[in-house]
């Protein structure tokens, strides 16, 4: 079974620590599971997550998001054949710094309907690398 990366970002609808909280437990327990790994960079405008894993799994988990309220504007950014995970130890990474990418500013101006495959990946490549 072929295992694809997929990135999408929306924006969190009523953002909460506690609701953050409680996402990240439930998305380990389940991504664990489901042999599903990843990482999630969150701030009150913007939710970016890669998923990775067998491609059945990603998809059913994506789907299972893109029906949560709690996300507004879902659209992916990235969805690609890979042969490695950028996190294979981490069920759901969290990105606490949160000093990634765009400003809240660029975000607003369109910088996520702007951003190519390459650039998502690339954010995650880097929150990887520093990780290590």
């Not at 607003?108 to 880097?126: K, L, Q, W």
Request: aromatic residues 6%; glycine residues 4%; contains cysteine.
């Amino acid at each position: 079974m072929p295992m694809i990366q997929l990135i999408y970002a929306s924006q969190p609808l009523g953002f909460d620590v506690s609701d953050l909280r409680a996402i990240l437990v439930t998305s380990r327990q389940r991504n664990e599971r489901d042999d599903v790994t990843g990482a999630l960079i969150c701030r009150a405008d913007i939710y970016l997550q890669l998923l990775e894993g067998p491609q059945e799994a990603v998809e059913a988990t994506f789907q299972r998001i893109s029906r949560d309220r709690r996300h507004v504007g879902v659209k992916v950014l990235s969805r690609r054949e890979v042969t490695e995970r950028l996190f294979p130890k981490w069920a759901m990474r969290d990105d606490p710094v949160q000093s990634w990418m765009w400003t809240q500013d660029e975000v607003n101006a369109g910088a996520v309907d702007r951003a190519t495959p390459d650039e998502a990946v690339a954010i995650f490549e880097r929150l990887a690398r520093e990780l290590a």
